[in-house]
């Protein structure tokens, strides 16, 4: 026996049209399958509706404030072990690059003031060339160029963070709608 | 349904504790039973609701005052439940934690308490056979009287997948109810009467 769609409205809470509510009679009248499909879920019904509401054991606000209290400063504990962990790592890379100048200049002081003259020498000549190389752009390439590429740079840049941000909000904010 | 004033509510948005404490305190009932039909265990119910208060207020700024304050708490809970329910699948839950129960009807009493356990069981036993989406819809609906449009946006789904999936659900009690031979569940029973006569 075709079972549809009066199981359909047995089970719907959708309204039926008299014609429908007098189909279904007369097939579950006839049909031991669906009449017994019916009163288990009228029975299922009456059971959800017979149970008591759950309540939490008693003081259960008074826990929360513990458990809030706990989270903020375990929050605040992690974020003085950033602080701290940042400095350290700050301090021991400073204190590595002093110590190994230290030691350099310690071991042969002449030969490392030259090359620190050296190096400041040719800072000072990359820094004129630069100079002298952005001095000519204009005249060689046309403003429009210019002008097309840090657009073309600020487009790309301003699509990457709309990207980063709409993935973030997408992802992490997506089980607190 | 609890509410919630809105000068309360603004109040927790600016980060008052008071104001959120006092939020716990009118809605802790309802995050609890809800936590508790979801997971089957009042311990499970109990750090799940204390997880849905604290992610409420990790996010209470981004909570948005056109939508009820109670559709948007229920509905972080019930993804945080469908979350766990995901996590532990096959792990066996005890039976033996139960939650505190509302107060009966006038006669309390050994017996009377004994069927409301058995029932209370026999309730989590069939909504056990339901996946955790199709649970917390059906939770949702018969618990809570929220609407189907509220439903959708609670678990994030369209209207017409709500509607297919509390018929899914429907069907699958009923057969389940069918299945176990609950015909002795204890609301068929006439009141105080043991099932020893």
Known sequence: ?177 | MNTIEPEVLNQVQKGNQEAFTHLVESFQRSVFNLCYRMLGDASEAEDASQETFLRVYKNIKNYDHKRPFSTWLLSIAAHHCIDQLRKRRMVVISMDAVPYLDPPDSSPGPESSYHMLEDQKKVENLLKTLNPHDRAAVIMYYWYDFSYEEIAQSLSITVSAVKSRLHRARLTLAQTWQKQGANNFSTERKTHESPAF
């Not at chain 1, 009449?35 to 017979?50: D, H, Y």
């Not at chain 1, 008074?62 to 974020?79: I, M």
């Not at chain 1, 993935?167 to 997506?174: G, H, I, M, W």
Request: proline content about 5%.
């Open chain 1, 1 to 177: 026996m075709n079972h549809q769609p009066f199981r359909d409205w047995l089970l719907s809470e959708e309204k039926l049209s008299a014609e429908q509510i007098r189909e279904m009679q007369e097939h579950v009248r006839s049909c031991e399958s669906c009449r017994q499909t019916e009163s288990a879920w009228t029975q299922v019904e009456s059971a959800f509706r017979a149970i008591p509401q759950a309540q939490p054991a008693p003081g259960f606000t008074s826990r929360w404030q513990a458990h809030l209290a706990e989270y903020l400063a375990h929050k605040q504990k992690r974020r003085g072990w950033m602080m701290i962990s940042l400095n350290v790592v700050i301090t021991i890379s400073l204190l590595i690059l002093v110590i190994t100048q230290l030691w350099s200049l310690v071991q042969a002081p002449g030969p490392y003031l030259v090359a620190w003259f050296t190096r400041l020498f040719s800072l000072v000549t990359i820094y004129l060339t630069l100079q002298d190389m952005f001095r000519s752009l204009p005249g060689s390439i046309p403003l429009l160029s210019f002008l097309g590429m840090f657009l073309l740079v600020g487009i790309i840049s301003f699509m990457s963070v709309l990207w980063l941000a709409t993935y973030r909000k997408l992802s992490f904010a997506r089980r607190i709608i």
